[in-house]
């Protein structure tokens, strides 16, 4: 244990000076945060922000856990009002609610799609690397605005890859993350914008920490990809969740680029091998043998 970092009472006395004491007769934790009142989110958040990424557990483990309680504690009412404020305020944002078109490619559809287009790089990404569109609310059905845009975006998280250049990897999903954070931010008011980056906002978080505390080299990555994520994202004209991609099927990528503001493009192969850096399952882990 290391004595020599030792916080003083001085210390303590400047940040906790304007603590006070609330009295309560509850026999169980009560708090004014419906996060910290949720027992299964305290564990989970404590768990995943402080454990390693072992052999045993990967990085990706209980996102849908964690993800279900933040929705489970949205007040609805409120987010679908919301909604349709910024369906008043943005045409865009209407058109692709009212359109409600899905971008649930099957093989087939874009088997046929000229090289360089979206249509290819979906192809390549079923047929060649084994991906998979369909990851998360796959058992959601499109009834109205909200259930729409969950499962939309869930379907186009590997779209955006594949036409941001930020790869499926540990620097990629950093850098995608930090751009869609923006880029929703400067678009919708703070009140929405700040719903629909929630669930990025903990996986951020998450990482950050766990980079921080046991992959020294995966955190160079993590500032470099938070860097090149911001620059990207703020450049975008409008998020890239709204794109209209069934329409962009047979564009060749770097125009859906131009048209996007997706700029600047990080050179292929950046960030490739970054997953062996933090995943200690990778069978090229860096940390192995440093104890």
């Known amino acids: ?25 509850s026999s169980l934790l009560v708090s004014n945060s419906p996060y ?4 299964g989110l305290r564990a989970l958040i404590a768990q995943e922000m402080l454990r390693r990424n072992g052999a045993d557990l990967p990085n990706t483990a209980f996102i849908p856990e964690v993800a279900q309680i933040l929705h489970e504690l949205e ?15 943005l045409p865009r944002f209407r058109e692709w609610l009212d359109r409600r078109q899905l971008s649930d490619f099957s093989l087939d559809e874009v088997k046929a799609c000229a090289p360089g287009t979206l249509g290819e790089a979906l192809r390549q990404w ?3 690397t084994g991906y998979r569109l369909d990851l998360f609310f796959q058992e959601v059905q499109v009834t109205n605005d909200f259930t729409y845009y969950l499962r939309q975006t869930s379907l ?3 779209i955006e890859h594949m036409v941001t250049g930020f790869g499926p990897n540990h620097g990629g999903e950093v850098a995608m993350v930090t751009a869609n954070m923006h880029a929703r931010a400067r678009y919708f008011r703070p009140e929405l914008a700040n719903f629909f980056n929630r669930v990025f ?20 990555v993590n500032l470099e990809a938070e860097f090149k ?4 994202g703020r450049n975008w004209h409008y998020p890239i969740m709204l794109a209209p991609w069934r329409d962009m099927v047979d564009w060749q990528v ?3 680029r131009e048209e996007l503001g997706i700029t600047p493009v990080i050179p292929d192969g950046t960030w490739a091998d970054t997953n062996r850096l933090c995943h200690e399952g990778h069978g090229d882990y860096v940390g192995k043998g440093r104890g």
């Open 201 to 220: 906002a903990y996986l951020k978080a998450k990482t950050i920490l766990k980079d921080a505390l046991y992959y020294p080299e995966a955190m160079a």
């Open 254 to 256: 770097a125009d859906i």
């Open 75 to 89: 007040d609805m009412p409120v987010i679908l009002r919301l909604f349709e404020e910024e369906k008043a305020r």
């Open 229 to 232: 994520g911001a620059e990207q």
């Open 156 to 158: 186009t998280h590997d």
């Open 1 to 25: 244990m290391n004595t020599q970092a030792r916080v003083s009472d001085a210390d303590r006395a400047y940040f906790n000076g304007g603590i006070v004491s609330i009295a309560t007769e």
């Open 36 to 39: 910290l009142n949720h027992a």
């Open 126 to 128: 079923m047929e060649e």
